[in-house]
Every structure is written in structure tokens, then in C-alpha cells.
């Protein structure tokens, strides 16, 4: 028997949040980031929700393969850029963007002799010390791009921002700041906003804006959702319960028998672990929807099954469906009680989950 841990992606969601990106950054263009498997979400079927994006934003060649394999035609621009001289010519014979941060690779750009030049766009690291050139030399390296023949004109200027999402922080202000001085008299598209600038901070919108989490309904907004902001959880995780079953008052539940049973009681049983990808960080008030019913983990999260607190859901029984998290139980909600975001989540679903596509 197939296991019962199942993520339902919703297409319909994708296509709104796609819609509801376009709306906030008009007039920009909008690239639609699918690294990681499109965040956990499955790349192909992602792209094809997608479909009326202006780009996809990856990380690896590797899915630019699958993206041009499955029919796509859109711009896809590798964010890390080529790791090595001989990814310029599959680059090339995918037309993919390339994003060029390093010495090393100008200096493959220099030494190339393919038949067609590639879309370059150039990162400046504007405060994130992460990728990027050093502000004060962008005009030249900039320079230097414009005359090789192996690099497209226009060349797009590019920067990522370290804490977008805490709107109160002035580093994204001093960040755009920097961004502007050092490409004030260069010419090209500007992209500077990821998904929480788009939220938040309306001078990076530039020409280009490169949002992730918002097309998949998440927020890494502290204390916000998704919803918050008018966009809808793409995924749902779910399963069902496997055994309903009565303890005593005092008795302990799970590994390290952490858990005590305030009362007597009953505990459910759910088929899914952190083997599945739910994470095992999460503290004994992580919430669950039992039958709709708000319950809450009791005990250690195992790898292949949890164990839930029935008090508010007394009438459940085996086979009822339970929600880790979708739509009335926000992924960042339990993320919040993991200790981390909702995107990690979502990229942490392993092979044995079971995948659904649900349309309208």
C-alpha cells in the first residue's frame, strides 16, 4: 500500500498569485523563480501554471534542460550563472541568461569564441556579500561586457537584497541606495526586488522584479502569511489518520517519552514523519486539523508517524484526514513553530510524499 502523506499543489493558486505579482509590480516584468524544484512544487508542472511569466528564474543549468525539454520558450535566466568555460556553449544551445558575479567568469566570457553572444546580466553587490562585483568596480566590468562579442546588448543590471523582509530595516534602503550610485550612468534593464521587496519596498521595483515564495502563496514576512497579502498557498500537505488510540493519565507518548498525557485521553495517529519531510524540530504545540478540528502534536515527530492530541476532535477515527498545512493552517505557521520559514518546508517534501495536481 502507497503511503498516505499527500501534497496537493493547486494550480489555480499559481495562476492568482502570478496575477496578483504582475498587479504589484506593473509595469515591471516579472521572472517567476523555480529553483529547487520550483520550491518543493514540482518544476515542470509549476512552469506550465506558470506559463505566462516573462522568464523563470533558476538556479542550475540542469532545469533549464528539463524547462526547454517539456516545450517551455520563456527567457530562463540561471541565477548562479555558469559554474565552469564549457557551460557557455549548453547556455547557448538553450538560450539561457546568464548571471555573471565572479572574476572567473569574465574571464571564460573573454576567452569565448560561440557562434551567438548570451544574455548577461551583471549582479552588483550592493550589501548582501554574497554574489556580486564590489560597487566600485561595476561601471568597469560593466565596460568590459559591452565589448566582448560573445555578450548580448542590453545587459541587465542585477542586485539581491539581505533583509527585504523586515520593513523596518533601513539596510534594503541603503542597499537600493548603493545599487543606484553605482549604475547611475549605465544602461540596461535594472532588477533589484525578490518577493519580499515586492511586498515591501516599492523603489527596488526596477524594470525586472524576481519573485519566488509570493507565486507559491508564501511570506517570509515574520508574523505574516501569504494571505495576508492576497496571495494563496499553492500546496497543501495531508494524510489520515491510521490508529485512534486511548492513554491514561500520566503515561508517556513517543521517543524519549517527552510527552505526558494531561488526562485520560485519546491519540491519534497519522501517517507521516519527518521520512516524508515534515519536520521533526517542531515544538508539542504545533498545530494539526483533525476532521477540520484544531488539534496539536503530542510527542516526538518520528520518521514515519506522529501522534496528535484528540481532546478537541473526539470523535475522530481511523481514516479521517488530517492537514499539516494548506490553506486554513498556513505553512509559515508551522514554520514558525520549526524554528524556520515556510520555504524550507516546502522544499524538504521527499520522494514517497504523494503528489496531486487540483485545478479550481
Known amino acids: 500500500m502507497s503511503r498516505l502523506a499527500t501534497a496537493t499543489i493547486h494550480l489555480d493558486a ?18 517567476a523563480v523555480v529553483k529547487a524544484d520550483a520550491y518543493g512544487h514540482g518544476l515542470e508542472r509549476v512552469a506550465r501554471a506558470l506559463a505566462d511569466a516573462d522568464a523563470f528564474g533558476v538556479a542550475a543549468i540542469a532545469d533549464g534542460q528539463r524547462l526547454r525539454a517539456a516545450g517551455f ?33 569574465l574571464e571564460w566570457l573573454a576567452a569565448d569564441r560561440g557562434s551567438a553572444p548570451l544574455r548577461v ?33 542590453p545587459i541587465t543590471l542585477m542586485t539581491h537584497f539581505a533583509a527585504s523582509d523586515e520593513f523596518d530595516n533601513d539596510a534594503t534602503t541603503r542597499q537600493i541606495e548603493t545599487f543606484q550610485r553605482a549604475c547611475a550612468d549605465l544602461p540596461g534593464p535594472r532588477s533589484l526586488s525578490n518577493s519580499a ?12 522584479v ?21 496571495f494563496r498557498p499553492a500546496m497543501s500537505l495531508s494524510t489520515r489518520l491510521v490508529a485512534v488510540n486511548r492513554v491514561k493519565k500520566g503515561e508517556r507518548v513517543g521517543y524519549g517519552c517527552a510527552w505526558e ?14 521520512g516524508d519531510g515534515y519536520p521533526r524540530t517542531v515544538d508539542v504545540d504545533t498545530p494539526v486539523l483533525v476532521g477540520g478540528r484544531r488539534c496539536t502534536l503530542a510527542g516526538r515527530v518520528s520518521m514515519d508517524l506522529m501522534t496528535i492530541d484528540l481532546r478537541n476532535a473526539p470523535e475522530a477515527r481511523v481514516g479521517d484526514k488530517v492537514v499539516l498545512w ?23 517534501m521527499t520522494r514517497r510524499v504523494l503528489f496531486v495536481e487540483e485545478d479550481g
Request: glycine fraction near 12%.
Open 210 to 230: 524576481r519573485s519566488g515564495g509570493l507565486l507559491y502563496g508564501l511570506s517570509v514576512v515574520e508574523g505574516r502569511c501569504g494571505a495576508d497579502f492576497g
Open 261 to 274: 498525557a494531561p488526562e485520560d485521553m485519546f491519540l491519534g495517529v497519522a501517517a507521516i514523519g519527518y
Open 14 to 31: 499559481l495562476r492568482h498569485n502570478l496575477a496578483r505579482v504582475r498587479e504589484m509590480a506593473a509595469p515591471a516584468r516579472v521572472v
Open 326 to 348: 494548506g490553506n486554513e493552517l498556513p505553512a509559515e505557521t508551522i514554520a514558525a513553530h520549526a524554528g524556520t520559514i515556510s520555504y524550507e518546508l516546502t522544499c524538504g
Open 197 to 208: 521587496a515586492l511586498l515591501g519596498w516599492p523603489a527596488g521595483r526596477g524594470d525586472w
Open 121 to 153: 546580466w551583471l549582479i552588483v553587490d550592493s550589501g548582501m556579500h554574497r554574489l556580486g562585483f564590489d560597487p566600485a568596480r561595476v561601471a568597469g566590468v560593466h565596460a568590459r561586457l559591452t565589448d566582448m562579442a560573445s555578450v548580448a546588448d
Open 73 to 105: 520558450r520563456q527567457r530562463i535566466v540561471v541565477l548562479a550563472g555558469p559554474d565552469h568555460a564549457a557551460d557557455l556553449d549548453e547556455m547557448r544551445r538553450l538560450d539561457l541568461d546568464a548571471v555573471i558575479h565572479h572574476d572567473s567568469q
